[in-house]
């Protein structure tokens, strides 16, 4: 076994760290902590503060939250968002499990197209997703038709709860997918090898020795998983499932007013398990030691499958794809569908909805565009400069400027939305419009809500940057500022673009903030619009069209995001 190490990053990091920050940088910093405090800080408080409020004196009171646990409503929204989180990660686990154990533990020849395709699910908006899946799997879908027709049974797949856990494991299982993949990839072989010199094989291997050896990566798939399907909106929403906290939130805000204080109250909430379930998914690792000698080295090769375990493998992926390509080929037939209802496919096809997007909605997908554009480069802007202040300087206090932007992760969108209209929307420009209701808001919102994922790029990008290369520089003369712009940045190339791309692919489908600050048909993104369309049956022909649209976007900025980091990396290697 080889080690490699670089003595010269450790022993130069030191000179090249800062003791005392220059003007610039200050000025960077506080220009960064007042964004994070207008957009993020301010408005979560004020989510807070009126939740502790009287609404009629405006005294510190915990009558609200009494007034909360003593409502049936919420609490039974509560107990059902909790158990739709908990069985999504069960669901999402056996989805993504397979698929991770089977390419990377046998020799599959389609390993790579099997990943893949896994990953897909995540470039559709959940919400379209949802409709899609009725259509297929609903009462009266073509699964429950062929069913009735054949067994004269009728599967209960998308009533109430069921279609949202159902829905929302097929749509987030891929965070599962992607880190457990990881996880596998990196144990020591000879770890399992030597389980089964002693005896070990099979379930039980797995069991006892590689899954356990998996767990942080696991864990954190699980925890993403449970954040997203706890704050989400839109999708219990078009299943017409009310009693959950992320609706009820919206709800009370929009049907009772900012005034009402129980929308702030099921916001806290919210806030408070969506923290929870980060810090219990940390506390789980802690303290505990999953390292291995090797990174996937080692003792065993992909093992050989054939016979009757290579059919059925190839029969529970078969089986588990078709699920999670349900959505994308029943929106692409809705896309294209005349008339789709009480029938196994559509009766017939049309190109009409996607000129009906066209000539009417134009501008959801320019205004998509332009925000998730915008979004994008705030949040490599920020996370660039917030990479190099903790990993280049000493300035006191610089973790915090890490810890306060990753803060977003764990606060839902409806959230954030409603924090923005209850700290701004008394806030009025000289021609007397409310700030709340500039487009800009809405960009403001999506960037915010994605710094964490382009934070994470640019420090890992900036991580693998020997110090050297900028002390070799400013030797030769550099000064800090062309040193950043001449050697680092084209250096984090990849790793910023990689920010860029997930940043704007994440905010192009972004529905939960949105729907709470588009107070103009004229300013709304591509997600607002295809809920609109979504909201009817004569509108969902072209809501379908919307979401091909969509994925379409995602899609291709994703490749584009591929295709430009490889290059990168083949420009770097060949230097």
């Not at 069985?87 to 154990?101: E, G, K, Q, R």
């Not at 997703?129 to 049974?153: C, E, K, P, T, Y």
């Not at 022909?541 to 900025?557: C, E, K, P």
Request: proline share 4%; hydrophobic share 55%; with cysteine.
């Amino acid at each position: 076994m080889t080690v490699a190490t670089d003595f010269s990053t450790d022993k130069a990091a030191p000179a090249a760290q800062q003791a005392v920050a220059t003007p610039g940088q200050w000025l960077t910093i506080g220009a960064i902590v007042a964004f994070l405090a207008l957009f993020l800080l301010i408005p979560v408080a004020m989510v807070i503060l009126v939740a502790f409020q009287d609404p009629n004196s405006g005294a510190f009171t915990l009558l609200n939250f009494a007034d909360f646990a003593r409502n049936e409503m919420f609490l039974r929204s509560f107990a059902n968002s909790l158990y739709v989180s908990a069985m999504s990660v069960v669901w999402a686990t056996i989805f993504a499990l397979p698929l991770a154990y089977f390419t990377t533990r046998f020799e599959f020849r389609g390993a790579a197209i099997i990943q893949t395709l896994g990953v897909i699910p995540l470039i559709m908006p959940p919400f379209a997703g949802a409709v899609a899946m009725q259509l297929f799997f609903g009462r009266n879908g073509s699964v429950n038709l062929l069913l009735g027709d054949w067994f004269g049974i009728n599967i209960p797949f998308m009533e109430g709860l069921n279609g949202v856990i159902f829905v929302q494991s097929v749509h987030y299982f891929p965070f599962i997918l992607i880190n457990l993949t990881a996880s596998l990839r990196n144990i020591d072989r000879s770890m399992e090898e030597a389980a089964q010199n002693l005896g070990c094989s099979g379930g039980r291997l797995f069991r006892r020795i590689v899954f356990p050896l998996a767990m942080p990566g696991y864990v954190a798939g699980a925890s993403l998983v449970f954040i997203k399907v706890f704050d989400d909106l839109a999708t219990p929403l078009l299943l017409n499932v009310k009693d959950m906290l992320a609706p009820q939130a919206y709800l009370r805000i929009t049907s009772i007013g900012l005034k009402d204080p129980m929308g702030y109250v099921i916001s806290v909430v919210l806030i408070v398990f969506s923290v929870l379930s980060l810090f219990i998914a940390t506390s789980t690792m802690r303290n505990r030691d999953y390292a291995t000698v090797q990174r996937g080295g080692g003792g065993l090769s992909k093992r050989p499958i054939g016979g009757l375990d290579l059919v059925m493998a190839w029969g529970t992926i078969g089986l588990i794809l078709a699920l999670v390509l349900a959505p994308h080929l029943g929106l692409l037939l809705l896309s294209f569908s005349t008339v789709w209802s009480f029938s196994v496919l559509p009766d017939g096809f049309t190109t009409a909805h996607y000129t009906r997007v066209v000539l009417e909605s134009g501008q959801y997908i320019w205004n998509t565009l332009l925000y998730a554009t915008i979004a994008g480069f705030i949040g490599i802007i920020i996370g660039t400069a917030i990479s190099y202040i903790v990993l280049r300087t000493k300035v006191p206090g610089r973790q915090w400027l890490d810890y306060l932007a990753s803060a977003a992760l764990a606060v839902p969108g409806v959230v954030l939305g409603i924090g923005y209209l209850r700290a701004y929307y008394g806030v009025s420009l000289p021609s007397g419009q409310s700030v709340t209701s500039l487009w800009i808001i809405i960009v403001i919102a999506l960037a915010v809500r994605r710094l964490p994922y382009a934070l994470r790029a640019c420090m890992a990008a900036m991580q693998q940057i020997s110090v050297s290369l900028e002390e070799a520089a400013e030797n030769l003369g550099a000064n800090k500022a062309s040193t950043i712009r001449k050697i680092m940045v084209p250096l984090m190339t990849g790793g910023i673009l990689a920010g860029f791309v997930t940043s704007f692919a994440t905010a192009s489908v972004e529905l939960s903030a949105t729907m709470m600050l588009v107070q103009n048909t004229s300013d709304a993104p591509l997600a607002y619009g295809l809920y609109v369309f979504m909201q009817s049956p004569a509108g969902r022909g072209a809501g379908a069209a919307l979401g091909i649209i969509a994925v379409l976007i995602v899609g291709i900025s994703t490749y584009l995001s591929q295709l430009l980091a490889e290059r990168d990396r083949s420009t770097r290697a060949g230097r």
